[in-house]
């Protein structure tokens, strides 16, 4: 309990340094909302055209694109400090953490704030309100029970790339190029039925880098279309432990790859 | 006349030499971050893999949508954003915000090339790097996406020239953002938000004749969609005869406006400077 009193304590800190700066805060919410948004953008603005894609109308691709949003958000905010990693290790700072009596990463995850995640909340609550008014879906106690586990299941997906990546720069390797390649896979691929692309990349989305089950799979299921699923309807249901499986794997490499951690000598 | 002001001409091109070495080193600067610039493809060449997926999945059946056939989509799609990413050089922005945060921008002020100029030397340099860059990657964009040749040998023509018009707005446009170091000392948020407001604007997304109607009214009277589309759906024959002829005209009133707001932006900008000086 003290190691949670504590990771929320270095959290408000972060915060309040964060606020000091206004017009930056402001222009990073909005930068936020623009860039989780212009995804969408896109799709209503191709939907004016054509029907559907892959099947999937407008309130249904919206419905998917904001449970990627939500389970994009609940990874980022508490997790994106991950990001600078190898910065940290670059600069020495590493060094302090270890001597501190609470585990490295969770004083890894609290030693900023970005402000921009903020807008990528705003952006995943709004579209959620939109689209849940724009498909079918029957609020029942499971089916909220279930888009509450797969957005928790989404998040871990998504963290255990994120994780992956950064256990690499504890070998003196810099991170940057390579997290930022996967942030965009998952927004990229994330955004749109996996199905459209292809049978083999569908395979490979799902199995080796977790990112249909972040969202494809979970609206699958919420709007009913598991048939055109290249998994069984009850292994589509069990999808968001994938994500579970895979982000409790990349932790325990995370932590192996720590012992190997060498002080850059600051 | 004496000797030493006859070794050096006079002339709106005494300054060349300058310019020139300012290009070869961002030449040089490019070649020694080409990690970075690699990352940056790497996307690019992504998002088109991407968006042929999604386009075709679009088109599904249909073989032609609004009388373009999806093979025509996929080659504008493909050229587009490879076109549009070589020339969104947000590097020159940064480096510009530098020289104002950290006041060395008295230096390149003081020296007697023009400060405008010395700054489109910088994107100059710049955009010829991304430009081989993605020469470069061609072939893993061909697999990728979908290469195709131009409709005609005059669509080509059209779309040579279009380009360097295009190539001279992109310019102008990233020289105003950076510009903006003047007024704000961050660029880091607005630039992105330019970057992703500006290639949607400008079709690099969806060809324009695929935006609803008061959506391309609005990028029609916007300058972006002069840097992409325009030349874009030239080399696909899309844009051909007197329409392409029209819209070459829209680029160069583009240019004179843009070039104009340069020199007012620059202007007062000046007048900061002394104002900050003291």
Request: with cysteine; glycine share 8%; hydrophobic share 55%.
């Amino acid at each position: 309990m003290g190691s949670m009193r504590m990771t929320f304590l270095l959290y408000r800190a972060a915060v309040r340094g964060e606020m000091q700066y206004r017009l930056n805060f402001v222009m990073l919410l909005a930068l936020g909302l623009v860039y989780q948004g212009s995804g969408i953008a896109f799709v209503w603005t191709v939907l004016r055209t054509f029907d559907t894609i892959a099947g999937w109308n407008f309130g249904e691709l919206a419905f998917l694109y904001s449970l990627r949003l939500m389970a994009h958000a609940v990874w980022v905010v508490p997790f994106h400090q991950l990001v600078s990693m190898d910065t940290t290790i670059r600069e020495g700072r590493f060094d302090r953490y270890l001597v501190r009596p609470l585990n490295p990463f969770l004083q890894i995850i609290t030693s900023r704030f970005r402000m921009n995640v903020i807008g990528d909340v705003m952006a995943a609550v709004i579209l959620f309100t939109i689209a849940v008014n724009l498909v079918d879906i029957d609020f029942s106690p499971l089916s909220v029970a279930y888009l509450v586990l797969a957005v928790v299941g989404g998040a871990l997906a998504e963290g255990a790339a994120a994780v992956v990546v950064s256990s690499l720069s504890f070998r003196s390797v810099q991170t940057w190029a390579a997290s930022q390649l996967v942030d965009n896979i998952y927004l990229m691929f994330g955004s749109y039925p996996t199905r459209v692309f292809g049978g083999a990349l569908t395979w490979g989305l799902t199995w080796v880098l977790p990112v249909a089950v972040v969202a494809y799979i979970p609206s699958s299921v919420l709007l009913d279309k598991t048939d055109s699923l290249h998994l069984s309807a009850p292994a589509a249901v069990a999808a968001p432990l994938i994500g579970v499986l895979w982000f409790g794997a990349a932790y325990k490499w995370w932590r192996v790859r720590m012992r190997g951690y060498q002080s850059v000598g600051a | 006349m004496n000797a030493g002001q006859a070794t050096c001409s006079d002339g709106p091109l005494r300054n060349l030499p300058a310019y020139l070495q300012i290009v070869r080193g961002r030449l040089r600067i490019a070649m020694t971050y080409r990690q970075n610039a690699l990352f940056m493809l790497a996307v690019v060449i992504l998002q088109i893999f991407i968006l042929r997926k999604v386009w075709t999945a679009l088109y599904g059946e249909a073989g032609v949508v609004n009388g373009v056939a999806l093979a025509d989509v996929l080659v504008y799609l493909t050229i587009a954003n490879l076109q549009s990413w070589a020339m969104q050089d947000l590097a020159v922005g940064s480096y510009l915000y530098s020289l104002v945060r950290e006041g060395r921008i008295a230096f390149d002020i003081l020296r007697p090339a023009g400060f405008v100029p010395q700054m489109l030397a910088h994107l100059v340099g710049g955009t010829l790097s991304m430009v081989l860059f993605a020469t470069a990657a061609l072939p893993l964009v061909a697999l990728v996406g979908t290469l195709g040749p131009p409709a005609s040998s005059a669509a080509f023509g059209y779309w040579l020239l279009s380009l360097f018009f295009a190539f001279g707005i992109s310019m102008l446009l990233n020289l105003i953002v950076g510009l903006g170091a003047f007024w704000t000392t961050e660029i880091g948020a607005f630039g992105m938000l330019f970057t992703l407001v500006s290639q949607f604007l400008a079709g690099a997304l969806i060809p324009l004749y695929f935006f609803p109607d008061w959506l391309r009214t609005v990028a029609e009277l916007l300058p972006f969609q002069a840097t992409t589309f325009t030349p874009v759906a030239m080399y696909g024959g899309q844009l051909a005869g007197s329409e392409a002829v029209q819209a070459i005209g829209i680029q160069l009133l583009w240019i004179v406006l843009l070039a104009g707001a340069v020199r007012l932006i620059w202007s007062r900008a000046l007048h900061r400077i002394v104002v900050q000086g003291g």
